[in-house]
């Protein structure tokens, strides 16, 4: 058993992301040395040492050799010089094969936090805070795994989806109206390839007003939804957080009733704008708030709606009335006048940091546990308790009913609530192994219904780049192709290479028996479903696999990621099985010795490596469509839904194991748990 410990400094705002309760420990804080001047605690890092973690961020998996700050930020340009994403998830794994302990830290803070793994000076390790307050939790393993477990198990159980949403969603931002929605799913069942929901994004909504839908585009939304719903398909709509300043508007009208938005320091209400123009932030932090804004999402759960995503909650401000004001008054020093270089720069910068700025995030307050707090203090909180609100209401409402819901933004805690997907990355082939190697990091973090945009959101996709990308999406509990307004249409029937992404998505509901299983046993057990090789392998040449991982307890995944390569290097650890599926049904096995190979990979072809002893569990995917188990499709749309895939009569792939020992786990999909 790992050992916690726990301690505080300063006087931190508390985050309610840790459920266990555990004894603040006195005297001098372990490993770490503190510089109160300069607000930073420091270790030395061997050179042996690899440091895992902080969740959804760019960069490998060992973080080493860059700078992180957790300040959540919606920022649609993933590069590997970014050093902040959507979410703060402070918790990082410090391993070494030398050594015989691994040192998780989770240091627990809701304002900004940098994390310096080897950037300032390779062999240190530097934390630097606004404040120096935080609780700081220490947890020594045994092993990567052993320390994960413990952590997780602090922090509490991770979020479970239906059943169904194990299934393939496609979406994509600019579907406007009921036609745009029949269409992809009369294509899908056109090009038979299965599918569970089709995600509506802003144009659904009557000016992108929340828990509104536009009558025009849907005359009978509840008809749409449940003609939707007979032919398999759930309806996932967005939710963003700010709510549009408009009277007779329902929402708004409530909450300035309620007194359940955001206020400035004079007691005025924030004025900030996003999609609906200007609109006011709920403050989420505050119970009564969190509480009413959850109870909306109601209103589509009326009308038969099951499952939505939460957008822009880092909160993504495009501007708030009293910064544009004042860029406007600034301007008039530019006006007319002769502008050297300098001053052009100036200007630039004037009116290119409107949006998301950081003296805005200064401008508003919260009330948190019947405190008033200043919002960057607890910024990194703010997505989290949206997604609580949904979370803590779609219990109270719907206490028999799981909900599809994840959001864009995250702190470790939201992970009970939700799951994430990974915000907006881009059609580029460094984004799908961006992607591979952020599984594993949410995994420690706890958000283990995840994924990122298949395909890429911005920027225009190739039709090789949307094949390989499915070929690893087809394992991500999440499996979603979305895209930008305005970049190429990527739906699969967009292609020629239809027939192959049947046989993709095909393969994934064929996949769905052992994707649940170890998806609820991860929850269950307090395990990672996806894995670094060198938390399994302990030894040198694994541990820095940055390219492939695991996937729960019996594969190995080796995703193609570079544009035009007709296979890949593969280091396996032991020796494996390696199966090449072109179909569920059609696929070769071959045993491959411990060691480098390069293996060929068609871009219709899927690689799994088969661990040794272990046994990978498949559907019959002919037999599910014919038995049509539970749902009830109707002829037009006789797809493929993930209701259908049996359980029972299962194939079993074994690799020096026998069927027997898979330990299937089945539920109804549905029911909490
Ligand atoms: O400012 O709703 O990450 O998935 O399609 C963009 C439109 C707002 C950002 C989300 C993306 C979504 C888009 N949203």
């Known amino acids: 058993m790992a050992d916690i410990k726990k301690y505080r400094i300063g006087n931190p705002i508390p985050t309610d992301s840790v459920v ?3 004894e603040i420990m006195t005297g001098k804080i372990p490993f770490l040395t503190i510089n109160e001047n300069d607000k930073t605690l420091s270790m030395k890092l061997e050179k042996t040492d690899r440091v895992y973690g902080l969740g959804e961020t ?15 930020s919606d920022d649609p340009v993933h ?55 935080a609780d700081l939790y220490f947890i020594e393993g045994k092993s990567p795994l052993e320390t994960v477990s413990a952590f997780r198990h602090m922090i509490g159980r991770s979020y479970i989806p239906p059943r169904w949403a194990f299934g393939f969603g496609q979406s994509r931002w600019g579907y406007k109206n009921e036609s745009d929605i029949r269409r992809v799913a009369d294509e899908y069942a056109k090009a038979d390839i299965p599918i569970d929901m089709i995600y509506m994004d802003i144009d659904y909504m009557e000016r992108f007003k929340d828990f509104t839908v536009d009558e025009e585009a849907f005359p009978e939304f509840p008809a749409f939804v449940s003609e939707m719903r007979e032919n398999g398909i759930h309806l996932i709509p967005i939710i963003d957080a700010g709510v549009k300043i408009e009277e007779g508007y329902d929402v708004y009208e409530e909450g300035v009733k309620g007194d359940y938005f955001c206020k400035k320091e004079n007691g005025e209400k924030l004025v900030a704008a996003v999609w609906p123009g200007q609109v006011h932030f709920p403050d989420f932090l505050k119970d009564s708030a969190r509480e009413w804004f959850g109870n909306k999402y109601k209103v589509l759960m009326d009308q038969g709606i099951d499952g939505f995503w939460n957008d822009m909650n880092e909160p993504a401000i495009f501007y708030t009335e009293d910064h544009l004001a004042e860029v406007f008054e600034k301007l008039d020093d530019y006006k007319g006048k002769n ?14 940091s409107i949006a998301n700025n950081d003296e805005d995030y200064r401008r508003f307050y919260h009330e948190y546990k019947g405190q008033k707090i200043r919002h960057d203090k607890v910024h990194n909180l703010y997505g989290y308790n949206m997604t609580k609100a949904a979370g803590e209401a779609f219990e109270r409402l719907c206490p028999n009913k799981r909900i599809l819901m994840f959001s864009r933004s995250s702190y470790i805690g939201m992970h009970r609530y939700g799951g994430v997907w990974c915000g907006d990355n881009q059609s580029w082939w460094s984004h799908l192994l961006l992607n591979i190697q952020q599984m594993p990091a949410l995994s420690m973090c706890g958000f283990l ?26 394992f991500t509990p999440l499996f979603r192709n979305h895209s930008a307004l305005g970049t190429r249409e990527q739906e699969m029937y967009q292609f020629p290479s239809c027939d192959i992404f049947k046989n993709l998505v095909e393969l994934r509901y064929a996949l769905i028996p052992y994707l649940y299983s170890e998806f609820m046993k991860a929850v269950l057990e307090e395990k990672m479903l996806f894995k670094p090789l060198g938390f399994e392998y302990l030894d040198e040449r694994s541990a820095e696999v940055e390219d492939q991982l695991l996937l729960g307890d019996s594969l190995m995944l080796a995703p193609v990621y570079k544009q035009n390569a007709s296979g890949r290097m593969v280091y396996l650890p032991e020796d494996m099985k390696m199966v090449r599926f072109r179909a569920w049904n059609d696929y070769d096995e071959e045993v491959l010795t ?12 899927v690689l799994v490596f088969i661990r040794k002893g272990k046994v990978l569990p498949l559907a019959d995917i002919e037999r599910s469509r014919n038995a049509n188990n539970n749902s009830n499709v109707s002829a037009a749309y006789s797809g493929l839904r993930s209701g259908d895939v049996s359980v029972t009569d299962l194939k079993y792939i074994c690799y020096e194991a026998a069927a027997e020992d898979y330990r299937l786990y089945t539920d109804d999909g549905i029911s909490r748990i």
């Open 20 to 22: 266990v309760d555990m």
């Open 58 to 72: 760019v960069r490998g998996m060992n973080k080493r050799g860059w700078t992180y700050t957790s300040n959540n």
């Open 79 to 133: 590069t590997e010089d970014k050093r902040s994403l959507y979410a703060s998830q402070n918790f990082i794994l410090i391993t070494s094969v030398y050594s015989s302990c691994s040192l998780g830290i989770y240091v627990d803070t809701p304002g900004k936090v940098t994390f310096d793994i080897g950037y300032t000076k390779l062999d240190e390790l530097k934390i630097s805070f606004e404040d120096l307050d």
């Open 339 to 352: 502008l050297d270089i300098w001053s052009f720069f100036k200007f630039k910068d004037l009116v290119g």
């Open 449 to 474: 219904y995840s994924g990122a945009d298949i395909g890429g959101f911005g920027a225009d996709t190739t039709e090789d780049l949307l094949l390989r990308w499915t070929a690893f999406g087809i």
């Open 594 to 605: 411990q060691g480098d190979h390069y293996v060929k990979a068609g871009l219709d072809e």
